[in-house]
Nanobody, 121 residues
Framework: QVQLVESGGGLVQPGGSLRLSCAAS????????MGWYRQAPGKQRELVAD???????NYVDSVKGRFTISRDSAKKTVYLQMNSLNPEDTAVYYC???????????????WGQGTQVTVSS
């Protein structure tokens, strides 16, 4: 089994910054794509950003230039640096990862439990 544990959420004023972290643990041989999703009240969950095992990144248009995703493969951790936050960024942020638990095992998708980010004055 694999666990993804997020941290770093909280309350921040508009224009402020937060850094989210997500650490993977458990039965892990390798991790392919890691990403961050968010879900605001009454809205569908959306991809915010993801990063491949090779370091290629992808962002939703609304966060380009403000958010930066990165990963430390040795620590099995993915980060999301969020700058210039605005109230529209308020949501529960979820970590996601495609994990292989053995050399010939299939990729399995896992989710974290989510961390609340609230942007308000």
């Amino acid at each position: 089994q694999v666990q993804l544990v997020e941290s770093g959420g909280g309350l921040v004023q508009p224009g402020g910054s937060l850094r989210l972290s997500c650490a993977a643990s458990g039965s892990i041989f390798s991790i392919n794509t890691m990403g961050w999703y968010r879900q605001a009240p009454g809205k569908q969950r959306e991809l915010v950003a993801d990063i491949t095992i090779g370091g290629m990144t992808n962002y939703v248009d609304s966060v380009k230039g403000r958010f930066t995703i990165s990963r430390d493969s040795a620590k099995k951790t993915v980060y999301l640096q969020m700058n210039s936050l605005n109230p529209e960024d308020t949501a529960v942020y979820y970590c996601n990862a495609d994990v292989r638990s053995g050399r010939s095992w299939p990729l399995v998708n896992y989710w974290g439990q989510g961390t609340q980010v609230t942007v308000s004055s």
